[in-house]
């Protein structure tokens, strides 16, 4: 089954090229973006400014080609591609929790940026930490290394 997405809007932010930006959001502390999202959509961001996070959905616009089994940033062993956050995926979909400063207009002003300039996003959904971040949860083979995404950039393993 074909799905088609259109794009809500555009983020920009200050990284310009894949090669040495940050693999998480928290690896983007302190980094500000903006969200342009279509004008004709601003009434849908009503009430979104009460929520101090939000989820972004986005284009990987970059990523060309996927493997199933991929070495990605934080380690040096092969996993499968969905047991990894690597961008190169059968569908090249991101997702990041981001800080929401303000909204103007159909402007977002961000916080804690880790994607490409011009990135196209998908949609926005409010982040609630009651409903989304389980008390109790597995890091998997990142239990060893979650804790590195503050200082790894990415480097040319996707390319």
Known sequence: MK??????????????EKQGMPIQPKGAAGVQGVIELKEELSPGLQDLEGFSHVFLIYHLHQSEGYELEVTPFLDNQKHGV????????????????????????????????????????????????????????????????????????SDDRFE
Request: net charge positive; no cysteine; hydrophobic share 40%.
């Open 82 to 153: 969905f047991a990894t956050r690597a961008p190169r995926r059968p569908n090249p979909i991101g997702l990041s929790v981001v800080e929401l400063l303000k909204i103007e207009g159909n402007v977002l002003y961000i916080r804690n940026v880790d994607m490409l300039d011009g990135t196209p996003l998908l949609d926005i959904k409010p982040y609630v930490a009651d409903f989304d971040a389980p008390r109790m949860s597995r890091k998997g083979w990142l239990e060893k290394n979650a804790g590195k995404a503050d200082d790894f950039r």
């Open 3 to 16: 799905i088609n997405f259109q794009s809500i809007g555009t983020i920009r932010t200050p990284f310009k």
